[in-house]
Structure formats: structure tokens, C-alpha cells
């Protein structure tokens, strides 16, 4: 391939790739942690600010090829157990009441 050649091809891929869409980034676990948390009757409900948050916690689904229905709840745990605060007794108590009640719904 020829210098010329070989820089045109370098100078279309890096173009291409600083074009690419970027994705929504996803939802902050402590704030999905809140949100469920008030909506299980643990904490206060969060109005208009939770839609977001929740609709993120609900679309955490493991599909092989039905509904798994145990392996969403321990990805539904596991994505909120990344928020700092979660690991404290207290809070892993309302982590399963959150999981008992809404782990298992696609």
C-alpha cells in the first residue's frame, strides 16, 4: 500500500470514529437504590424524579431464551449493590425488600 494510500485510509477511520454516536450512559445505582427503596414503602417516593431510575432498574432483564427470572434478580442486586452505601446492614435489608418485591417482574 502506498504512503499516500496508507495515510487516506488512517485519516477516514479516525474521522469515522470520532463521528460515532455516544450512548446514554446508565443510571446511577444509588439513585435507582433510592428510588426503589421508596416505591417498596421504605422510603419516601421520589415523584417525576424516579421515572428514569426505575424504568433503568426494570429494564435490567436476563433472557436464555425465556425469562430467567432468578438470574434477573441477581443482576437487578448486583447492579445496585455497586452503590457505596448499599453495603451497610441497614441498607442491605432494604436491598432485600426491594429484590423480594420487584426482582423477579420483567
Known amino acids: 500500500m502506498q504512503p499516500r494510500t496508507l ?31 421508596g416505591v ?27 425469562f430467567d427470572s432468578g438470574s434477573t434478580a441477581a443482576a437487578r442486586r448486583q447492579f445496585l449493590m455497586t452503590c457505596p452505601g448499599v453495603q451497610e446492614p441497614t441498607n442491605l435489608a432494604i436491598l ?3 429484590i423480594a418485591q420487584w426482582g423477579y417482574s420483567p
Open 96 to 98: 432485600n425488600v426491594i
Open 40 to 66: 417498596s414503602g421504605v422510603g419516601t417516593p421520589g415523584g417525576a424524579a424516579c421515572t428514569a431510575p426505575i424504568v433503568a432498574f426494570h429494564a435490567i432483564q436476563v433472557w436464555d431464551p425465556e
Open 7 to 37: 495515510l487516506t485510509t488512517l485519516a477516514i477511520s479516525a474521522a469515522g470514529l470520532s463521528i460515532a454516536p455516544t450512548h446514554a450512559q446508565t443510571a446511577d445505582p444509588c439513585s435507582v437504590y433510592t428510588c426503589m427503596a
